[in-house]
């Protein structure tokens, strides 16, 4: 079965650092998604991309974010200069309608140090 | 924001029982949606819901969208120990586009 896969799986960074998270969505889908899970806590929506352009965006999605489909299969998030408040597990999730059911990676915990 | 509430926060069962959890919300949604989490992974789609009153089954799971589009439930028949989980209730409204707005979810422990 397909599946969004997301790369790394773990990553440790030192505060005010730079970092990318990697993501391929299932192939044939159109829209991709970020969500984010501080440790306990419920998965909270960041930004959704379709048709190379932001579709949506929450208030945690501040300017230090940003998002990127570089090619035809990846999807990315980028901090710019990370903050410990950013340490949580991200998820990147994939549909191939904006109202169908979305399908998500198996996250890549963030450690901000 | 649209804010869900999710119940029980957690349940702690024996294996062969039935169980149940709810969703709630102030406002209506288009589709809900109920995900399993296990520890060191990402949700994983169970069940999704497009209609009021649409009741569906995934093998031993049933979930109902609620009449007034602002509640669903998830039972679950005849639990077995590999149900252990966190299972969250998620909402999306079209309107707003396609964010999911998750519930707090129900931590999940079943007792051989």
């Known amino acids: 079965e397909p599946e969004v896969t997301q790369t790394p799986s773990h990553q440790v960074t030192q505060m005010g650092q730079e970092v990318i998270l990697r993501c391929v969505p299932i192939?044939?889908?159109?829209?991709f998604y970020w969500y984010r899970q501080i440790l306990g806590q419920k998965v909270e929506f960041l930004v959704s991309?379709?048709?190379?352009?932001?579709?949506?965006k929450s208030e945690i999605f501040d300017d230090q974010f940003s998002v990127e489909r570089p090619d035809g299969s990846n999807f990315t998030l980028k901090i710019r200069s990370t903050k410990l408040e950013d340490s949580a597990m991200y998820f990147c999730?994939?549909?191939?309608?904006?109202?169908?059911?979305?399908?998500f990676g198996d996250g890549t915990r963030l450690s901000i140090l | 924001g649209q804010q869900l509430n999710q119940s029980p926060q957690s349940m702690f069962i024996q294996e062969g029982e039935d169980v149940s959890m709810n969703c709630t919300s102030s406002?209506?949604?288009?589709?809900w949606l109920w995900y399993k989490q296990e520890p060191g992974e990402g949700p994983v789609l169970l069940i999704a819901?497009?209609?009021?009153?649409e009741l569906t089954s995934n093998g031993r799971l049933t979930a109902q969208f609620g009449i007034t589009r602002k509640d669903s439930f998830l039972n679950i028949s005849a639990s077995i120990p590999s149900d252990v989980g966190i299972y969250f209730c998620?909402?999306?409204?079209?309107?707003?586009?396609?964010?999911?707005?998750f519930g707090e979810g129900t931590q999940l422990t079943v007792n051989p």
């Open positions: 999730a994939s549909s191939d309608r904006g109202s169908q059911p979305q399908h």
């Open positions: 406002s209506i949604f288009n589709t």
């Open positions: 192939s044939n889908h159109l829209y």
């Open positions: 819901l497009y209609k009021a009153g």
């Open positions: 998620a909402g999306q409204l079209w309107a707003s586009g396609s964010r999911l707005t």
């Open positions: 991309f379709y048709n190379n352009e932001i579709s949506e």
